[in-house]
C-alpha cells in the first residue's frame, strides 16, 4: 500500500514538473515570441475615421457635407470562382465585368473594387453573399446644392484631400490627424471596445456667402448666358463696408458631385483667376484721382465735340459724338475723349499711383486659392500711346474682383477693403475657435467718394449709360464698361469679340451690397449699358427684397400695424 | 486538554475556509473578468448601432439639405403651388417689434421715414420687415 502510494506521488510531482518546465517554456523562454503571436491573432487593427468638417453658408445652410457609405473589396485570394463572382458583381454595380475580373484575379490579399458603394448598391452586393469580398466604411464629400457656388466651396479628391476652392484652401481646418485604434477580438472575429472615439471630426466653417443671394445670381446669369449666347459670365456681390463675399458666380459651371464629368474651364473661377482689360469701368481711377489731387472740379469743361482724340499714332473715338462736356457728364456719358484729357491733366505717374492705390496689379487677398494680380506697368514702361489708352482702361489686365473691391471703396467712403469669404471656423460641437480679422486703407478721402457717388448716381439716371440698370424705388451708383478683346490670331482688339460689364452699388446714399456683373463675347449686342446692366438691375431687386431693403419712396405705401 | 481541543477546532475551521477563499477569489476574478468580457461585447455592439444611426443621420442631414435647397424650394413653389417672387413695388414693410395681436391697415402717409415722428414712434427701416 505504501508502495503504491509512493509511486503514485512520484507520477504526480513527474507531470506536475513537466507542466512547471513546459509553463517556464511558454512563459520565461518563448515569452516573447509566444505573446507576439497572440496579439497577432487577438489584436486587429482599424483606422480612426477622419471625417471633414462642413461647410455652411452665413446661415448655417449646409453646402458641403459627408455621407456615410462602404466600400467594396475583395481577396483575390480567397474567392472561389472569379468569373461568377465579377459577372454577378458587374450586374449589381454596373461596372464592367471584366474590369472587375481582373481585380479579383489579380495577385495580394486586397484589392479595392468599387470606393464609395451608394445604399441600395451595397445592400445588394451584400444580397449575394459572395466569398472574398468585404466592405469597409468610407466617407464621401457630398454637395446638396450641386452646382450652386461650386467654384468658391470646391472639390474633393477620392481620398477626401481638398483639391478646389474653401475644400483646398482650408483643408487643414476641415480635416483632422486620424490615426489606428487596436481592438482585441475573440476567435470568431468579434471585436472588443477600447472605448475609444472611432471617428476624428473636423472643424466646421461658415462662410460669408448667402444662399439666397447665390441662388438669385446664378439663375441670372444662365439667363444672361442663354440671352446673349456669351462664352462666359461672373457676378460678384459683396457687402463693400465689410469685404464680406455674398455671392460669387461663374458660367460655365460644374456639378461637385460628379467631377468627372466636368472639364478644366468650368471649374475655373473667372471671378478671380481670368484677367480682362476693363474697359471704362476703370475711369473710375482717373475720375477720383482728378476730384481726390483737385485737377477738375465737377463742372470743368472738356471739348468732345469732336469725338475723337489723337494719341500719338493712335485715334482714340467716343462711342457717340458729345461736344462740351463737363467732367461729371464725362464719366456719366463715359466719353473716352474726355477721359483722356482728364488723364492727360492727370500725368501718367499719378495714374499709376492711384490704381495701384485702389489695388490694381496685385492680388485681392480673398482667401480663395488661384487668384491672379492682374497687370498694370509702372509708368517709366509706358509707350507713347498709353497715356490714351490707360485711362478708359485698356493695355491694363484685371480681375472682376479687383474691379468690384474698387467700386466698393467708393461706396463705403474711401476704404479700400479686403474681400473674403470665410467668416468664422466652428469646432465639431459648435464653438467658434477662429474668426479672420481683415483692416481696411484709406485711398481716397471721404469726400471725394462722396462726389463720385453722386457722379455714379448719373449714369443709372436719364443722360447716362446704364438706365436698364435703375432699380425701381432705390438709387444705383454705377459704371458700365464695354472693352475689346485682344484676337489671338492677329494680336489686335477683336471688332466681333467684347466683354460686357457693369458695376455698382446700392442702395446709393446707403450701400447694403456692392455687385459686378461682367459677360463674355456677347452676341447681338455688346454694350455693357444694354448687356451686363439689365443682369444687373434683375439681381439686385430680388436681392433688395430678399435683404429686407426697403424702397426709398416707400412712404405713402407703408402699412400700418397696431397692436 | 481543552485547550487542545480548541486548537483542533481552529484548524478544522481555517482549512475549509482558506479552501472556500481561495476558491471563492479564484471564482471572483473569472466571474469579473467575464462580466467584463460580456460588458464589452455590448458596448461593442452599442457602438455599431450608434454608428449606425450617426451614418442615417447624415443620410437624413444631406437630404434635407438637398430639399431644402432655394432651387428645389422655388421648383416647388412655382410649379406646385403657383406662387411668384414679389414685384418690388408690392412688398409691403410692416413693423416687426410691437407685442399683441396684429392689427393692420392702410394708412397713407401717417408715418414717414427718417422722419423724427416716425422715429419717435419705433418706425425706421432697421425694425421694420
Redesign the interface.
Known amino acids: 500500500m505504501r508502495k503504491r502510494g509512493i509511486i503514485l506521488n512520484t507520477a504526480l510531482c513527474f507531470v506536475f514538473l513537466i507542466v512547471v518546465v513546459r509553463l517556464f517554456d511558454i512563459m520565461i523562454v518563448n515569452h516573447k515570441r509566444l505573446y507576439a503571436k497572440a496579439q497577432m491573432q487577438q489584436l486587429k487593427g482599424e483606422d480612426i475615421r477622419v471625417r471633414r468638417g462642413m461647410i455652411l453658408d452665413r446661415h448655417g445652410r449646409e453646402l458641403a457635407l459627408n455621407l456615410e457609405l462602404e466600400s467594396l473589396y475583395c481577396d483575390p485570394a480567397g474567392m472561389d470562382s472569379p468569373e461568377k463572382s465579377a459577372a454577378a458583381l458587374s450586374s449589381v454595380t454596373g461596372k464592367p465585368s471584366r474590369a472587375i475580373l481582373t481585380k479579383l484575379s489579380s495577385e495580394g490579399h486586397f484589392v479595392w473594387i468599387q470606393r464609395k458603394l451608394d445604399p441600395d448598391t451595397t445592400t445588394k452586393v451584400k444580397e449575394l453573399k459572395l466569398k472574398g469580398i468585404g466592405f469597409m466604411n468610407d466617407s464621401k464629400r457630398y454637395y446638396p446644392k450641386g452646382h450652386l457656388a461650386s467654384q468658391i466651396v470646391g472639390f474633393v479628391n477620392i481620398d477626401n484631400k481638398g483639391i478646389e476652392g474653401i475644400e483646398l484652401k482650408y483643408d487643414g481646418y476641415l480635416s483632422s490627424g486620424g490615426g489606428k485604434v487596436l481592438f482585441s477580438r475573440d476567435a470568431s472575429g468579434k471585436t472588443l471596445s477600447q472605448g475609444v472615439e472611432m471617428e476624428s471630426k473636423g472643424n466646421n466653417l461658415v462662410l460669408t456667402l448667402d444662399e439666397g443671394l447665390q441662388y438669385t445670381v446664378e439663375v441670372e446669369l444662365d439667363r444672361a448666358m442663354e440671352q446673349w449666347r456669351a462664352s462666359a459670365a461672373t457676378a460678384i456681390m459683396m457687402d463693400p463696408f465689410t469685404g464680406e463675399i455674398l455671392a460669387l458666380a461663374n458660367r460655365p459651371s460644374f456639378d461637385p458631385n460628379s467631377i468627372s464629368g466636368s472639364k478644366n474651364f468650368e471649374r475655373r473661377n473667372r471671378a478671380i483667376t481670368d484677367c480682362y482689360e476693363p474697359g471704362s469701368t476703370f475711369k473710375i481711377i482717373v475720375g477720383t484721382a482728378a476730384l481726390e489731387e483737385k485737377v477738375v472740379s465737377l463742372d470743368s469743361p472738356f471739348d468732345c465735340s469732336r469725338g475723337t482724340i489723337e494719341i500719338g499714332k493712335r485715334v482714340v473715338h467716343d462711342a457717340h459724338k458729345h461736344g462740351v462736356l463737363t467732367f461729371k457728364e464725362v464719366i456719366q456719358k463715359s466719353s473716352n475723349v474726355g477721359s483722356i484729357m482728364v488723364g492727360m491733366r492727370l500725368g501718367k505717374e499719378r495714374i499709376y499711383r492711384y490704381a495701384k492705390a485702389f489695388g490694381f496689379g496685385e492680388k485681392t487677398g480673398i482667401d480663395l486659392p488661384g487668384e491672379v494680380s492682374g497687370l498694370i506697368r509702372p509708368p517709366e514702361r509706358w509707350s507713347g500711346v498709353s497715356i490714351g489708352s490707360v485711362p478708359i482702361g485698356q493695355e491694363v489686365a484685371v480681375t472682376p474682383l479687383q474691379v468690384l473691391r474698387a467700386y466698393s471703396a467708393i461706396a463705403n467712403g474711401g476704404m479700400l477693403v479686403t474681400p473674403h469669404v470665410v467668416s468664422r471656423a466652428l469646432s465639431p460641437e459648435g464653438e467658434e475657435i477662429w474668426k479672420p480679422t481683415f483692416g481696411a486703407t484709406r485711398v481716397i478721402s471721404s469726400r471725394t467718394a462722396e462726389t463720385f457717388k453722386d457722379i455714379l448716381k448719373t449714369v443709372t439716371e436719364e443722360g447716362g449709360t446704364a438706365k436698364s440698370a435703375a432699380v425701381n424705388g432705390n438709387n444705383v451708383a454705377g459704371k458700365t464698361g464695354t472693352a475689346q478683346i485682344i484676337d489671338p490670331r492677329t494680336k489686335r482688339y477683336s471688332t466681333e469679340k467684347f466683354v460686357s460689364s457693369f458695376v455698382g452699388f446700392v442702395p446709393a446714399d446707403d450701400p447694403k451690397i456692392a455687385m459686378i456683373v461682367v459677360v463674355y463675347e456677347p452676341k447681338g449686342q455688346i454694350y455693357g449699358g444694354v448687356v451686363a446692366a439689365p443682369v444687373f438691375k434683375r439681381i439686385a431687386e430680388n436681392a433688395l427684397s430678399y435683404l429686407n431693403v426697403p424702397r426709398e419712396d416707400i412712404h405713402g405705401n407703408m402699412l400700418v400695424v397696431a397692436r | 486538554m481543552i485547550k487542545m481541543a480548541q486548537k483542533s477546532m481552529a484548524s478544522c475551521l481555517l482549512k475549509p475556509l482558506f479552501v472556500i477563499i481561495l476558491l471563492g477569489g479564484v471564482f471572483g476574478i473569472v466571474w469579473l473578468r467575464s462580466s467584463i468580457?460580456t460588458m464589452?461585447?455590448t458596448?461593442?455592439e452599442l457602438?455599431c448601432k450608434k454608428?449606425e444611426k450617426?451614418?442615417q443621420a447624415?443620410?437624413l442631414?444631406?437630404e434635407r439639405?438637398?430639399l431644402?435647397?432655394?432651387?428645389k424650394v422655388?421648383k416647388t413653389a412655382v410649379r406646385s403651388l403657383g406662387l411668384v417672387?414679389?414685384d418690388?413695388?408690392r412688398?409691403?414693410?410692416?413693423?416687426a417689434a410691437?407685442?399683441?395681436?396684429?392689427?393692420?391697415?392702410?394708412?397713407?402717409?401717417?408715418?414717414?421715414?427718417r422722419d423724427e415722428s416716425a422715429t419717435a414712434a419705433g418706425?425706421s427701416?432697421d425694425n421694420?420687415?
Request: glycine fraction near 2%.
Open positions: 468580457l464589452e461585447y458596448i461593442s457602438e454608428m450617426l451614418r447624415k443620410m442631414l444631406a439639405a438637398m431644402l435647397s432655394m432651387q422655388e417672387f414679389p418690388r413695388t412688398v409691403v414693410y410692416v413693423k410691437a407685442q399683441g395681436p396684429l392689427k393692420a391697415s392702410f394708412e397713407e402717409n401717417r408715418y414717414r421715414f418706425v427701416p421694420v420687415r
